[in-house]
């Protein structure tokens, strides 16, 4: 069960963000600190206390707050991203994790090695990395490195098409696993329960489990189906304006 959460407001930069789908068009401010606060909202309702972290305006894509760092139950480490407008962002998350983990529990990833939260999957004590173009092997060796000193496991997965790991699968507790694309078929998930996510939907892959609730992005009425079908109490969030920017539900927060 989750206690606490992470997120941070997105500034007005966010418009300037990365983006592989410029026909999306722009986010638009107003609209995403509205479906931000309707995010936290959201949050806080499935039980876990928020704390909202104030806009980098330097950084357009902060808001995507996961990606800076990996918290469990031992440890938090401190990624370093691999992109390269975004790698400083790392360095605004330090200071905020003190507040949550003694500083000899704060363990940091090094150059040359790159590794972004949107690429690790914690099921349990076992953490899947993704090697991204924003992941790297060294990075991925040092993550599951730092693992291991705590008595953690975690393994390395190939990508080929999607942006981050958690693009494509999100780990529903209870050994089940939302799966979509290029993982629909992995052998390394070949153990879990899966719901397969249809291709019209891919978006929605993107999900979170907080405390046996299920966020979802709205819109995608398979996927919700699917989820409820399987048990789960869905709550609907619109990240329309986050997509614009490669962003969805996972990357909005920290959740430990």
């Given at each position: 069960?989750?206690?606490?959460?992470?997120?941070?407001?997105?500034?007005?930069?966010?418009?300037?963000?990365?983006?592989?789908?410029?026909?999306?068009?722009?986010?638009?401010?107003?609209?995403?600190?509205?479906?931000?606060?309707?995010?936290?909202?959201?949050?806080?309702?499935?039980?876990?206390?928020?704390?909202?972290?104030?806009?980098?305006?330097?950084?357009?894509?902060?808001?995507?707050?996961?990606?800076?760092?990996?918290?469990?139950?031992?440890?938090?480490?401190?990624t370093n991203p691999g992109a390269k407008t975004r790698n400083g962002e790392k360095n605004e998350i330090v200071e905020v994790l003190k507040k949550y983990y003694d500083e000899s529990k704060i363990e940091y990833i090094k150059d040359p090695g790159t590794i972004e939260g949107g690429d690790v999957m914690m099921v349990g004590d076992h953490f899947y990395v993704g090697l991204s173009a924003r992941t790297n092997e060294e990075g991925a060796k040092q993550f599951i490195n730092i693992l291991e000193k705590y008595g953690l496991t975690g393994s390395a997965v190939s990508l080929e098409k999607v942006l981050h790991l958690k693009t494509g699968l999100a780990y529903l507790e209870n050994n089940n696993l939302l799966v979509a694309g290029e993982f629909v078929d992995n052998p390394i998930f070949e153990k879990f329960n899966k719901i397969v996510i249809d291709e019209d939907e891919l978006y929605a892959a993107n999900c979170i489990w907080v405390n046996d609730y299920v966020l979802i992005p709205a819109g995608y009425e398979k996927t919700k189906k699917k989820i409820e079908d399987a048990g789960y109490k869905v709550k609907l969030v619109d990240t329309s304006e986050y997509r614009k920017v490669d962003?969805?539900?996972?990357?909005l927060s920290l959740r430990f």
């Open positions: 069960m989750f206690k606490n959460v992470i997120v941070r407001k997105p500034g007005k930069s966010i418009s300037e963000g990365i983006t592989s789908a410029p026909e999306l068009g722009k986010p638009i401010y107003e609209k995403a600190l509205k479906q931000h606060e309707t995010y936290v909202e959201t949050l806080k309702s499935c039980g876990v206390k928020v704390e909202v972290l104030e806009p980098l305006e330097d950084y357009p894509d902060s808001c995507f707050v996961e990606d800076v760092a990996v918290l469990n139950r031992k440890c938090a480490i401190v962003g969805g539900l996972s990357c």
